[in-house]
């Protein structure tokens, strides 16, 4: 069996179950094992978290990968600034050597220094960005060096017990909890009744469904539905902009993502009217370090804006980047999120 199949198998089985999951069942009774382990040391006071001395807003997930979980911490760190807060973002960043020290950036940042994630997030809010696998460290070197900021949103992290969190937020997608079983039988970090414990849950439903927005019914944790919006696109090598929408009914369209659900981001484009002659699924964190579009027959390739972070330096003028949005069932959202953050 290849490696594309054994991988294929396993995320159909992490949905639905079957022979391979029921295998790997005595190793998931491990993981049970050890994160309920790792949770009591922090429960029982064996091991202490750091308590930031402004809040801190974690936003992570329970499901391995990619759900949507950066156009989450856009919008919040967007929202948040627009309701007085001077937010930073701490993230582990992914894949980079960081060191013993935090590292501490803001603007046009390198992913080879930060990673995709962080880059990103640097780029579209304009929030200053540290990164250490210890957030604990990357808490305090972000304030040390901008100590304006208020509030901290954690990129990931939920699983990161060592930093201390006043509000809890898991992203899931329509996959929701699969098949229900810890890794490495089913998809998930933590068991899912974690997903009680969390102050909201929004669910990236990939396209709006219809439904008129209201506020949450006030059921515990908070229910919203999130859905992604794409923007103009726009030439990597250039300055060029163009509507979506310019691109369909178009030929020798390519599109190419290198994120934890790549099939998200090719029907966002289909949903537009946009015929994939090319749907190059790569590797989450997709390194570019070589073009993976020279056999490319096409055009114009449309990439993820997590993509083009590294997708610069390839020189490709087919390239174009498109950025996406975060919409939200729930209008209160965020200003419950502020409420939140304020009572003492």
Known sequence: MTAKRA????ARQWQ???WLSDLLMPLSRLTAWEVARKRQRYLDGTRSAYQAPVPVVVIGNVYVGGTGKTPMVIATVEA???RGYTPG???RGYGVKVGPQARVGLGQLEASLYGDEPALIARATGAPVAVHPKRPLAVQALLREHPAVDVIVSDDGLQHLALARDVEIVVQDERGVGNG?????GPLREPAERLREVDAVVTNIGTPDGQPATASSGVQPRQVRMWLEPGDARQI????TRPLTAFAGQPRIAAAAGIGNPERFFATLRGAGIRLETALALPDHHDYAVSPFQAVQADVILVTSKDAIKCAALNDPRLWE???RAAFSDPQLFDWLARTLRQP
């Open 237 to 240: 090598t250039g300055r060029d």
């Open 16 to 18: 639905h179950g079957g």
């Open 322 to 324: 498109v950025p996406v």
């Open 7 to 10: 991988s294929t198998l396993l």
């Open 89 to 91: 973002v701490v993230s």
């Open 181 to 185: 079983r810890l890794l490495p039988a």
């Open 80 to 82: 948040l600034r627009a």
